[in-house]
């Protein structure tokens, strides 16, 4: 899995690494306005979201699908000057910057901050009305990637990206692939207020904190196996799952939020929302969570029952889940909801194994 | 003393309109490494050649009658090499560059033959040749020393020099740099946007958003319509580089 960044500085750093960043923080110390400038990638915790997720496309999608690539170029072209509305990700960012400002209060000189960084497949020439819309809300975007139809996996390694959030969801599981957490986004069907002044994240646990190990137990052997395993192993922690790293990443920023006393008002909280139960299976997850040494602030074991009702109450600026079935659920009740495509739960709806079509040569 | 040869094997191309391309032969061949049979190995340039011969054919399959098409001019100083001439032609026609002429010149004229063969760009991985031929008003860029695809020429804007303000009057060189842009512009719009043999590139590696969205402006203004736009605002730019793999960098300062 992607390796947290936020140690220490590697030995050795190019010469003309520096030069370039030296250039950089003096562009940006020398302009007139009070923009923030981006942070050093190396200690940055950087997320990386597509065009799709940061804004809503969804009309200008439907001209590519029905009219071809040329037309949908000319639109957006045409339209440049339209700054787009906002899309899923959209309050996930602007609680990041929330979160970023704090940090600068506290810590002006630290360069561990979000670095927030704009990933699309899109023609440059798209790209005019993409700045033109992140300049209309403001947002701290000051590096993208416009790759013209390449895949971006590679750039996502260049920015040493922490979390990757796209529509699309190959992309998606390609990135998993190369070890670097990511998922894809849905928007909800209504929209719940949400907190302006502190960043909410909420996790499932198995397939996507943890490894899907469990999962495959469950969905292989049933519950009562599974409670039995999970009693006879309570000791021995689970295995990482794709987004560990990231909270381990949310961990670190906290941590600096806490040195300086701040915990009560820290402007991040993070929580687990699992469907194990807190009287069986449980107390493993909690176990594997401090043999790692990370914490979470709030875990939630509901034994079962549907997360959307808990998550309308919690509000977070995103939730992870492994499976569609609970993404739909969140959806329904107003929880913007990113889904890790990893694991065993992948290959089941609703408990039912998906009849895989046959493999295109 | 500089000597032209036209290569007999080409269809010379029309002197007004073809956007002419010099490179030294020394990047061309690896004189160094021939077997037996006096063929000498690829250099660096080679899929640089195999690229714009793509471009080339793809222009004459859009319009057989295309004009706006690229030159290729091989620039021969090496004395070592001038006395095998013959060998360079011969090593052309075997790998079926299509090179219009064959300059032979002394390292002191080589820039007179740039001169005379109305070059619009001058490629070199000699730094010091760049800079040098750039200083008498060729625009000058340096090879790109990693391997390069031969299927597409991509082709590298570096954003920052894009913008930057024009404190005095424009140099001889800076009209050169804007006549070749507004040429590659123009052969570029003789593909759609999917699978054309040229891609151009804009990468601003200093300034932020801001920076990236004026030089896209600029360039689009100036007949060049950016494929990829990258904006690294600080960040580290060789692995980026190492990814877009593109033939020559524009723009560039020369330093790095």
Known sequence: MSEIKLTKSAPTEDNGEEKDWAAAKAFFDNLKTNKPRPPKPRYAVTIAVSSRTLFNMVKERKIYQDEGLEKYVAYQMEHENEPLMPGAAFPFVQALMNVNSRLRELYPDSEELFDIVLMTNNHAQVGVRLINSINHYDLSIERFCMTGGESPIGYLKAYMTNLYLSKDSDKVTEAIAEGIAAATMFTADTENELSKTQLRVAFDGDAVLFSDESEIIVKQHGLDTFFEHEKEFENKPLAQGPLKCFLEALGKLQRKFIAKNERLNCPIRTFLVTARSAASSGARVLKTLRSWGLEIDEALFLAGAPKGPLLEKIKPHIFFDDQMFHIEGAQELGTISAHVPYGIGQKYHKGKLIEQPPKKE | ?256
């Open chain 2, 1 to 256: 003393m500089v000597s032209t040869i036209q290569n007999t094997d080409v269809k010379q191309k029309d002197a007004d309109r073809a956007v002419v391309v010099a490179v030294t032969s020394r990047a061309v061949f690896d004189c160094g490494a021939e077997d037996g049979d006096d063929v000498y190995g690829v250099g660096v340039a080679f899929p640089l050649l195999q690229a714009l011969q793509r471009v080339n054919e793809r222009l004459l399959e859009e319009n057989p009658a295309e004009s706006l098409l690229f030159d290729v001019v091989l620039i021969t100083t090496d004395s070592q090499q001038q006395q095998q001439s013959s060998r360079i032609i011969s090593n052309t026609r075997h790998y079926g560059l299509e090179i219009s002429r064959f300059c032979f010149s002394s390292e002191e004229d080589f820039i007179e033959s740039l001169l005379t063969n109305h070059v619009d760009l001058f490629l070199s991985t000699d730094r010091s040749e760049a800079a040098q031929a750039s200083h008498k008003g060729v625009f000058s860029a340096l090879l790109n020393r990693k391997v390069a695809s031969s299927e597409q020429l991509r082709v590298l804007f570096c954003g920052d020099a894009v913008i930057r303000p024009d404190t005095d009057s424009p140099s001889a060189s800076q009209d050169a740099a804007q006549s070749f842009s507004a040429q590659l512009g123009e052969m570029r719009q003789r593909f759609g946007l999917l699978h054309s043999p040229l891609s151009i590139v804009l990468v601003t590696s200093r300034g932020g958003r801001e920076s990236c969205g004026t030089a896209l402006r600029t360039l689009r203004s100036r007949g060049v319509s950016v494929d990829e736009a990258y904006c690294l605002a600080g960040a580290p730019r060789s692995p980026f580089l190492s990814l877009l793999r593109p033939h020559f960098l524009l723009n560039n300062d020369l330093e790095d």
